[in-house]
């Protein structure tokens, strides 16, 4: 079984994605963020003020050497992309499902995120745009497939995500297109 990882930008819904896939075909999910925030008792926020984002990004190496395990869900924090070693390690471990999306669709779903998991002051699309250019061709590399998430709702995000894990780990399925 193939490990899947699902790459993006702050709420592009790899998170309910991976959990969806994961629920759904009875297998691990891992949300690097979660550990994180849960080993080192606060928010990804928090530490990153308070610890750097080196610290932060060394957290996320060890998290993905340490508890990636094959045919698992993953979902990868927004910038683990930029680190040669991570995405050696994503390459070589599975396949990666890049979740796009345009800086507007960002801003709503983080805008209307109520776990307010995406907790990010003064955030707009001038500054998404921003980080969008600076990733957007670390997401590409590290893509074997892209889902668009632009005006599709979180269902139909899923969908396509699970036809692709299926595709990928050659599950024999029926889809059924209304």
């Known amino acids: 079984m193939e490990t899947i990882y699902l790459a993006?930008?702050?709420?592009?819904g790899k998170t309910m994605v991976g959990k969806l896939i994961a629920s759904r075909k009875d297998i691990k999910y891992l949300d690097t963020d979660q550990i994180i925030e849960k080993n080192e008792n606060k928010n990804v926020r928090d530490i990153i003020i308070n610890k750097g984002i080196e610290y932060y990004t060394d957290l996320e190496k060890s998290i993905l050497k340490n508890n990636v395990e094959q045919g698992m869900i993953v979902s990868l924090p927004a910038d683990v992309s930029?680190?040669?070693?991570c995405r050696r390690l994503i390459k070589t471990s599975g396949r990666v499902i890049y979740l796009r999306a345009k800086s507007d669709t960002i801003l709503d779903h983080i805008s209307n995120d109520n776990t307010k998991k995406n907790d990010i002051d003064n955030i707009s699309v001038f500054t998404i745009e921003k980080d969008l250019e600076k990733l957007k061709p670390y997401y590409e590399d590290l893509a074997n497939y892209i889902i668009d998430v632009d005006n599709k709702k979180l269902n139909n995000v899923f969908m396509e995500a699970l036809a692709i894990y299926n595709f990928a780990n050659k599950v024999k399925c029926h889809i059924f297109i209304k």
């Open 82 to 85: 930029i680190d040669d070693e």
């Open 8 to 12: 993006g930008y702050h709420g592009v």
